[in-house]
């Protein structure tokens, strides 16, 4: 989307102008209303037509948070987009923060993404036609929000894509090559291990997961290296392009298992922004990209496995692999770069869904000041997460009489805490580690679409939570 910027009154043939709520009436060049007929109250719209333009005014409320206005102009530009025929003109009043304008950007360019990806005759949002006009009036110099806003969205539209599209599309050889190519337009080092250097390596628990399918694993290790790091931050994605459960075969809602690297989409995502932002902080970021499948050569439940750490782990069910991946993941991350902080996400347990639904992440650490950093960065955007313990009481989930951990309990109860305790088990002790269990926040049912779809939930999260460091 290409913004010019101007100060003058000029029209285009669509004109969008944000208001708070007030209690006056609202008087914009010629035009007069009265707060009766329109006060600026969330999610309201006003519309008014004059000499072939058309004025959209758009209520934002009192006091309203950045995920309501970027939901209420990802809507505008979603379903208003017939109005969106050549040229456009926002107007920013000066009561409308950075954030507030950053909220905005973000949603009108989120706004252009559709899900037909493979329909014969979809046509593209007039946003994103080369000779589009988009023009920006604002009182103030907003030019680097405004680019900050459509970085922010364009990191998310990646993720929407890696995510919603099918897994004979998104393979763990995809990811990889999107990573060396996002590595290489945004400036990171990327460096792929296959089957054989990751055998060679000792990364035994991710080949095992791996085995059943006739798509080559690939573990993926990404480094951010601004000049002078403030900090060095260490990320890991789960990255199971497709889930069948394994032997231990799902049921049920694997039409949906395509999205079960979001984790790993995420990762990706906000490694594209952090880059394209340039903060000055060093991320090294690993995604373990897998399928589990079913043939002759997959695990079985009650095999006994290796893992980088050194530790053998008892397969009590094949369906508990996003935490044997990520179990390598975070041993690699942590022996060989020792970050000071280590966040991993994935969609691990449907037991978090059970207990948050689709409103928050899961969110485990000991480390109380993480816990406040990340909720605080998450609260900013809307991407909000809440607190499970990690207490030493459900230790005795993972504990194996075979082998020195076991990779699920068995249990109807605690799944998400005891998948949990798995992974704090190598974690080397680390005092600043999180996961943060998004199983059911990354793809869901909203206004934006028929079907389930990506929400890039953590892109911006882990990024805010990353610059407010």
């Given at each position: 989307m290409k913004i010019h910027y101007t100060n003058n009154q000029t029209h285009k043939k669509l004109n969008l102008i944000p208001l708070l709520e007030t209690e006056e009436a609202i008087i914009f060049d010629e035009i007069h209303l009265s707060k009766t007929i329109f006060s600026g109250k969330k999610d309201s719209l006003y519309f008014y037509e004059k000499d072939?333009?058309?004025?959209?005014?758009?209520?934002?409320g009192k006091d309203p948070d950045y995920k309501s206005i970027k939901t209420t102009f990802r809507r505008i530009s979603t379903k208003q987009k017939s109005y969106f025929k050549e040229e456009a003109k926002l107007f920013l009043s000066g009561d409308l923060s950075n954030d507030y304008i950053e909220a905005i950007i973000s949603g009108l360019w989120l706004g252009t993404y559709q899900l037909g990806h493979y329909k014969k005759d979809i046509t593209k949002h007039p946003l994103e036609l080369n000779e589009f006009i988009f023009e920006v009036n604002s009182s103030s110099d907003v030019k680097n929000v405004i680019d900050k806003g459509l970085k922010i969205a364009n990191a998310q539209l990646e993720t929407y894509h890696l995510v919603d599209l099918p897994p004979n599309k998104i393979t763990p050889k995809h990811l990889a090559d999107w990573a060396i190519e996002a590595g290489k337009k945004f400036g990171f080092s990327v460096e792929v291990f296959g089957q054989q250097k990751s055998k060679e390596v000792g990364l035994d628990a991710f080949i095992s997961v791996g085995k059943g399918s006739a798509n080559e694993s690939q573990f993926i290790i990404m480094d951010y290296q601004p000049e002078n790091a403030k900090k060095h931050i260490g990320l890991v994605g789960k990255g199971i392009t497709f889930d069948t459960g394994g032997l231990n075969i799902k049921t049920a809602g694997m039409v949906h298992m395509k999205c079960d690297m979001a984790g790993a989409a995420a990762v990706l995502g906000a490694m594209q922004l952090i880059a394209d932002l340039q903060l000055p902080y060093r991320v090294t970021a690993i995604v373990p990209a897998c399928e589990n499948s079913v043939d002759a050569n997959s695990f079985l439940p009650s095999d006994v496995i290796g893992s980088y750490s050194g530790h053998s782990i008892e397969i009590i069910d094949t369906d508990a692999e996003g935490r044997l991946i990520l179990a390598d993941g975070l041993s690699y991350l942590i022996k060989n770069y020792n970050p000071e902080t280590v966040i991993d996400l994935?969609?691990?347990?449907?037991?978090?869904?059970?207990?948050?639904?689709?409103?928050?992440?899961?969110?485990?650490?000991?480390?109380?000041l993480l816990v406040k950093q990340l909720q605080q960065a998450g609260d900013g955007i809307g991407e909000r997460l809440w607190p499970l313990p990690l207490w030493d009481a459900y230790k005795s989930d993972i504990e194996s009489e075979i082998a020195d951990v076991k990779n699920y309990s068995g249990k109807p109860v605690a799944g998400a805490i005891s998948a949990a305790k798995f992974l704090e088990f190598f974690t080397e002790n680390h005092t600043s580690w999180a996961h943060l269990d998004i199983a059911g926040v990354t793809f869901v049912d909203d206004e934006f679409a028929k079907t389930k779809h990506a929400t890039a939930f953590g892109v911006h999260l882990i990024t805010n939570f990353i610059e407010n460091q």
């Open positions: 072939e333009n058309i004025f959209i005014f758009i209520g934002l994935a969609t691990l347990t449907g037991s978090s869904v059970a207990t948050f639904g689709n409103e928050c992440g899961a969110l485990f650490t000991n480390n109380e």
